[in-house]
Nanobody, 120 residues
């Protein structure tokens, strides 16, 4: 059973940067697509970024494109989310998620989240 633990959240001023990490244990994620999602108070969880199992393709929501970068190190069972030029609207609880291989699979494994606060 894959377990995911996020870290790296914190409080920054607008324009600042943070790097989130997601470390997997209990199994390898080398064949899994990985995603980042966020949820702000009173809002639904939303997609932020995703990366294919080999790191060859990445996807971003329009709201973070050009500011956030996701990458992975399969040898370390780790996925990263570099967040630059942070805005107050980026403040949220950030989750990483793992999607097993298969066209009908969903993001079935989730971490507990790491909090990001951005002050204006």
């Amino acid at each position: 059973q894959v377990q995911l633990v996020e870290s790296g959240g914190g409080s920054v001023e607008a324009g600042g940067s943070l790097r989130l990490s997601c470390v997997a244990s209990g199994g390898t994620i080398r064949s899994y697509a990985m995603g980042w999602f966020r949820q702000a108070p009173g809002k639904e969880r939303e997609f932020v970024a995703a990366i294919t199992w080999d790191g060859g393709t990445t996807y971003y929501s329009d709201s973070v494109k050009g500011r956030f970068t996701t990458s992975r190190d399969n040898a370390q069972n780790t996925v990263l989310l570099e967040m630059n030029s942070l805005k107050p609207e980026d403040a949220a609880l950030y989750y990483c998620a793992a999607k097993p291989p298969g066209s009908n699979s969903a993001f079935g494994y989730w971490g507990q989240g790491t909090q990001v606060t951005v002050s204006s």
